[in-house]
């Protein structure tokens, strides 16, 4: 069964970095595309940035400049570096990953169980 953990939210005051990262576990032939999705308080989720198995990476308006997504496909992690942290980046933070889990042979996407970003002015 594969599964997403992710670690490293918390709270940081505005102007800090925090760093997330997400491992996948499980047996798997292959992940695809990864993605870091959020979600605040009365509003819907959203997603912040992804970044395909090659390295090209996609950004949401609001945090280029700020955020950084990597992924190590040794380690089946993809990290989200968060600079310059605002107010407005506090929420529900989510890794989603693109997946063709051992023995399918279909893709099929799968979530991590979210980690809480906290910012404070």
């Known amino acids: 069964q594969v599964q997403l953990v992710e670690s490293g939210g918390g709270l940081a005051q505005a102007g800090g970095s925090l760093r997330l990262s997400c491992v996948v576990f499980?047996?798997?032939?292959?992940?695809?595309?990864m993605r870091w999705y959020r979600q605040a308080p009365g509003k819907q989720r959203e997603l912040v940035a992804s970044?395909?198995?090659?390295?090209?990476?996609n950004y949401e308006d609001s945090v280029k400049g700020r955020f950084t997504i990597s992924r190590d496909n040794a380690k089946n992690t993809v990290y989200l570096q968060m600079n310059s942290l605002k107010p407005e980046d506090t929420a529900v933070y989510y890794c989603?990953?693109?997946?063709?889990?051992?023995?399918?042979?279909?893709?099929?996407?799968?979530w991590g169980q979210g980690t809480q970003v906290t910012v404070s002015s």
């Open positions: 499980g047996s798997m032939r292959s992940i695809n595309e």
């Open positions: 970044i395909t198995n090659s390295g090209s990476s």
């Open positions: 989603n990953a693109d997946i063709v889990p051992f023995p399918a042979l279909t893709r099929h996407q799968y």
